[in-house]
C-alpha cells in the first residue's frame, strides 16, 4: 500500500504488525526491480508483515529523518522502531531470508519463558517445553533445547530431535554435541584397557544421571588417552560441559581440571 499518513499506516500499525517500508522513487530503475518483489511477498506473508511503499521525492523530509541514503531503502519497523534494513534491489530468496532473521516471532518470548523455567527447575516445565515442540516442530532452538535435556534418559529421542539440524544451521554445533553425547552412552567395548573401562563408567554414571561423577571417568579417560576410540572422551566432555553451560556448578568444578588433563 503506498503511504497516505506515516504515524497511521506505518508507526501506529507496526505495534500490531512490523511493517516493511520501501523508501523508492519512479525514475529509479532498481526499485522498479525490487518493488513486484516486495509486493507479491507482502501477498503471500499478509499474515505475517505488512508492505507500505513510500515515494521518497514526495516525502523528503522522511527519508532524510530516517537517513535513506540511497533507494531503494528497505527499512523494518517494529513498535514504532526500525529493527532491520537494507539498500539495494535484492533478489528474492536473499529478501525471503532477511525477514526469516529479522521478523519478530511471538513464538520466541514464549521459548524463552518456557526455557527460564526448565533452568530454575520449575515443576511442569519440562512437559511445557515438550508441547512447545509437538505443537511448533519448526523452531529449532526448542527441539535441541529438550534433546539436551533428555538425552541421557531418552538418547533415540534426543536424536531424533536433533536429526534436521545439520552443518551450515547455527545450530550445528551443539546439535553435534546431542549426538557425542549419545555416541558415549551408546559406546561399547570387548578390550579391557583402563581407557575403556574408565568410558564404560562414564557411560554408566551419565545414564544413572550422575553427572560429576561421569565427568570425572572422562577426565581420567582423557589423562589416558584423549585420542581412543575417534577422541570419544575429549569430544564427550566439552559436549557435556557446553550442553550444561559456562555457569553450571560442574563446570566450574570440573573444567580446569579437565583442561589440564588435555593439554
Known amino acids: 500500500m503506498e503511504m497516505t499518513d506515516f504515524q497511521l499506516d506505518v508507526i501506529a500499525r507496526s505495534y500490531e504488525k512490523p511493517v516493511v517500508v520501501d523508501f523508492w522513487a519512479p525514475w529509479c530503475g532498481p526499485c522498479r526491480m525490487l518493488g513486484p518483489i516486495l509486493e507479491q511477498l507482502a501477498k503471500e506473508q499478509a499474515d505475517r508483515w505488512i508492505l507500505v511503499k513510500i515515494n521518497s521525492d514526495e516525502a523528503y523530509e522522511l527519508a532524510q529523518q530516517y537517513r535513506v ?80 535435556k533428555v538425552v541421557f534418559t531418552e538418547p533415540d529421542r534426543a536424536i531424533e530431535l536433533v536429526s534436521s539440524i545439520r552443518a551450515g544451521h547455527d545450530l550445528a554445533e551443539a546439535a553435534d554435541d546431542i549426538r557425542t553425547l549419545v555416541q558415549l552412552l551408546q559406546f561399547s567395548s570387548t578390550d579391557d584397557t583402563p581407557v575403556a573401562q574408565a568410558l564404560t563408567q562414564a557411560k554408566q554414571s551419565a545414564t544413572e544421571g550422575r553427572l560429576e561423577t561421569a565427568i570425572q571417568h572422562l577426565i581420567k579417560a582423557v589423562s589416558i588417552d584423549k585420542s581412543y576410540a575417534k577422541h570419544l572422551p575429549r569430544k564427550a566432555a566439552i559436549a557435556l560441559f557446553r550442553i550444561l553451560g559456562p555457569e553450571h556448578e560442574l563446570t566450574k568444578a570440573w573444567r580446569r581440571q579437565f583442561d589440564m588433563a588435555l593439554y
Open 69 to 148: 541514503m540511497s533507494i531503494p531503502n528497505v527499512k523494518m519497523f517494529y513498535q514504532g522502531k526500525v529493527i532491520a534494513e537494507f539498500a539495494g534491489a535484492l533478489p528474492r530468496q536473499a529478501i525471503l531470508q532477511w525477514l526469516d532473521q529479522h521478523i519478530p516471532d511471538a513464538r520466541a518470548k514464549e521459548l524463552q519463558a518456557i526455557l527460564h523455567d526448565v533452568n530454575t527447575g520449575q515443576a511442569e516445565a519440562l512437559q511445557a517445553l515438550a508441547s512447545f515442540v509437538q505443537h511448533n516442530p519448526d523452531v529449532a532452538e526448542a527441539r535441541l533445547a529438550l534433546a539436551a
